[in-house]
């Protein structure tokens, strides 16, 4: 009886989103094509590769010593072939890969940002799960204690 009036006064209704975010798990680069054709998925795999090749320091050396290399002829062609040769070659050439290591880096951070929060959401979830475990275990305890007793307050 007793219980029945503490379910009264408070009825746990869990989150729909609890039971779908326990069953998946946080997105990867890995898994965020698995639904796509295999062209899609070889296309991705392949971005990835050419991206990462080309998104390294060292490729960035590499373009620079290939863009020096046409410099000479550049400064001969005159002042408009020199600018063109600073546009089209170097800024082009050498910028792309330390842009893209750039935004290598900041994905690395703000990957770990998303980990991070999606830990911290998990320990907040455990944390309300051993809450609602302690509350019903009190529950349970006090219901027990007033069995035999009545309810009532005025009764007492």
Known sequence: MLRQRVEEIFTHIPHPYILLRKKR???TVAGSHA???WMQRFNAYLAVKITGGVGTMWCAYLFAML??????QAIYGGTATTIAWIAQTFLQLVLLSIIIVGQKVAALASDQRALDTYNDAEAVLHEAIQIQQHLAAQDALLAKLLEGRSPDPQAG
């Open 25 to 27: 798990a946080p997105v």
């Open 67 to 72: 863009a020096l290399i046409s410099l000479p």
């Open 35 to 37: 639904r796509e054709s």
